[in-house]
């Protein structure tokens, strides 16, 4: 009688301790090291505590979560994002450089500091231009003691699915946007990896069920996933719980996650290989001899053979619009901000191609954007101080925002925004043009539309995205292949500028003031880091100016080839005239 008296007492007034909230730290040292995942190439690869792969971060749910980073890269800046996470609230945890913190310069120091309050499949990477396909990209998995799944499985494995090149990225950028590569051709990978490996077994016992967490934490390629002779159930998409949907093949772009329930066979009797196939329709070249393909394998009897993956006659990937969220939350139906995205590919008067959102290429601005709103009091709402080149859109509280986006690009991008999931109300098929609301295209808005954080626009085709701006902040809009970023296919959003500052004005901790310190950045006044008048924006950066009046793209082109002509031409012949005579 006692004992069950003491057990309501403990339920009534000890339940909520019951509720866990840790802190948990990680330590990361980060620093270049040597590291041959396909077997092809032992390149510089940036690792964390002299190690690579890097480690997965976990927490649970509610967790507060700590990451000292240390830069010991001796010869490049760097900083970490939380791919997914809404930091909400902390906006300054987020990990854009340039957008709401400064470079974290060699030998510099760094805490990221945020509770996590979603369940789900995450990442992380650097987010300093280009710099994540080095190797700084690895799982954040929340575990869910409430997990709608839970019962559901016995275990869980993480996958990742990433493209690889043996190229730094550092070279790699330089001559892709560049005068000799006029056309935005992207440097194709050189191979495909599945958790930073090839040709992964892993172990699979009889009977079970596994919840696999799968994520492509690539730079560029998407892949296509599949299980030889099992499907799939997925029932997460980017961090929000989906109906059970079964599937037996996936499409991940980069960025892109899917929890799978996989029920493993009750016989041992066969291995089964599983395979991972990039999209070649990204890439303008394919090399001779490139392997798309990753394989492993689920292993149910070691003694047993692997035995290679059967060829596939088409790739016929699950539609992700299918997707229905567990909580069934309904249709943004009214829309209180609209905002278009006309995408394209051009060059401008430097001869290389960029990235576009209604003519404007993203650059980076001298002060980060986080530090722009809250040194401007009540200008932070004019969207002007915030540069010509940051492609800024001023969102106010608690509103249905749209964003619709025209891509006028006979390419696949993946888009991603910062800080919310969007639902996805609309995406077209290829080759359709820009969108055009019509009554029947409305009226086939889903009930409950899939959300999710990346969502592939297809080759001249367009997307409707809506999302409730309920999370103040400086939010990017991007493409999530890292080339694309470099170019500036980038949009800012600057949500509730003026709740970011009751949030955290005066509140930016002494080591993310003292990173700007390092890198010698602004952290006060407009883009240009004018603080007096706040319209001048002088001196900001800016992107190169358009091609000349007269010249048209295909001209600078033309020109361009020919000149490269006769540049390699030359070079031929210098490397002929100094090769040694044989005898
Ligand atoms: C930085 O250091 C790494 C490792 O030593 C080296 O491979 C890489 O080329 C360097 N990068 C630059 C930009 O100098
Ligand atoms: C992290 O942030 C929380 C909430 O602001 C604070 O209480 C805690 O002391 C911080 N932890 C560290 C290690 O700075
Ligand atoms: C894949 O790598 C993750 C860490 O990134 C690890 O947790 C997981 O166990 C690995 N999966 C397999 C099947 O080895
Ligand atoms: C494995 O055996 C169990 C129990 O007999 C049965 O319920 C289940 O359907 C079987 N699974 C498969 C994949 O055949
Ligand atoms: C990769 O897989 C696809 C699909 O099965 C197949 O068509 C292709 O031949 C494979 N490539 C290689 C190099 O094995
Ligand atoms: C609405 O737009 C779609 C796509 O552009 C088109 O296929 C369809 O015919 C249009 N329907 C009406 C009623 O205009
Ligand atoms: C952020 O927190 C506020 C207040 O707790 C909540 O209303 C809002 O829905 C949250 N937004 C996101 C994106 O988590
Ligand atoms: C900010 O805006 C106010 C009101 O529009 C204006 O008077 C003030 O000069 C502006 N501040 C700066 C630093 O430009
Ligand atoms: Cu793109």
Not at 84 to 95: P, V
Not at 351 to 369: C, E, L, M, Q, S
Not at 379 to 408: H, R
Not at 554 to 569: E, N, Q
Request: net charge negative; proline share 7%; glycine share 8%.
């Amino acid at each position: 009688m006692t004992f069950s008296l003491y057990g309501i007492f403990l339920s009534i007034f000890w339940l909520p301790s019951l509720v866990r909230s840790d802190t948990v730290t990680y330590d990361f040292d980060v620093g270049w090291v040597y590291a041959n995942p396909d077997g092809a190439a032992n390149r510089p690869t940036i690792g964390i505590n002299g190690k690579w792969p890097i480690p997965p971060i976990v927490v649970t749910k509610g967790d507060q979560l700590v990451v000292n980073v240390k830069n010991s890269l001796g010869n490049e800046s760097t900083s970490l994002h939380f791919h997914g996470l809404y930091q909400n609230g902390t906006t300054h945890m987020d990990g854009p450089v340039s957008v709401t913190q400064c470079n974290i310069a060699p030998g510099g120091s760094f805490k990221y500091n945020f509770t996590v309050d979603q369940p789900g499949t995450y990442w992380y990477h650097s987010h300093v231009r280009g710099q994540y396909p080095d190797g700084l990209r690895g799982p954040f998995i929340v575990k869910d003691p409430d997990s709608p799944h839970k019962d559901l499985y016995d275990e869980e494995i993480v996958l990742t699915f990433s493209d690889w090149y043996h190229d730094l990225m550092n070279g790699l950028l330089a001559s892709f946007v560049n005068i000799a590569n006029p056309s935005g051709a992207e440097p194709v990978p050189n191979s495909a990896l599945v958790n930073d490996t090839q040709n992964l077994g892993i172990k699979i016992e009889p009977g079970k069920t596994y919840l696999f967490r799968m994520i492509n934490i690539g730079a560029f390629a998407a892949q296509y996933v599949w299980f030889e002779d099992h499907t799939m159930q997925i029932v997460e998409v980017d961090g929000i719980y989906t109906e059970p949907k079964d599937a037996e093949m996936l499409y991940l772009t980069a960025a892109q996650r899917y929890s799978v329930l996989i029920t493993a066979k009750n016989s041992t009797n066969a291995n089964f290989a599983f395979v991972g196939s990039m999209d070649q329709d990204l890439f303008d070249v394919v090399p001779d001899g490139l392997n798309a393909n990753v394989t492993g394998w689920l292993v149910y009897d070691d003694t047993k053979d692997k035995p290679a993956p059967k060829e596939i006659a088409a790739f016929e990937p699950f539609d992700d619009f299918e997707l229905v969220p567990q909580d069934k939350e309904g249709l943004y139906d009214k829309v209180d901000q609209s905002i278009t995205l006309d995408l394209k590919m051009d060059n401008l008067g430097d001869g290389a191609n960029y990235a576009f959102f209604n003519d404007v290429t993203y650059v980076h601005p001298k002060v980060p954007t986080l530090y722009t709103v809250l040194s401007t009091g009540e200008n932070a709402t004019n969207p002007i101080i915030y540069g010509s080149n940051t492609n800024q859109f001023m969102l106010s509280e608690n509103q249905v925002v749209e964003i619709v986006l025209n891509n006028n690009d006979p390419g696949k991008h993946p888009f991603h925004l910062h800080g919310h999931a969007f639902q996805v109300v609309h995406r077209s098929e290829d080759e359709v043009g820009a969108y055009s609301a019509n009554s029947s295209i409305i009226s086939a808005f889903p009930k409950s539309p899939m959300r999710r954080d990346t969502i592939l626009v297809r080759p001249n085709g367009n997307i409707v995205l809506r999302f409730r701006s309920d999370n103040p902040g400086v939010w990017l809009f991007h493409c999530h292949i890292e080339w694309h970023v470099a170019s500036g296919l980038v949009a800012t959003m600057i949500e509730s500028p003026l709740s970011i500052q009751k949030q955290l004005f005066g509140k930016i901790p002494q080591d993310h003031l003292d990173a700007c310190t390092l890198s010698k950045t602004p952290t006060a006044g407009n883009a240009a880091g004018n603080t007096q008048n706040l319209l001048d924006l002088s001196g900001e950066n800016k992107s190169p100016p358009p091609i000349p009046a007269g010249f048209e793209a295909r001209g600078i082109v033309a020109l361009v080839f020919s000149c490269v002509a006769a540049f390699v031409g030359m070079a031929v012949i210098v490397w002929y005239g100094m090769a040694p005579m044989k005898a």
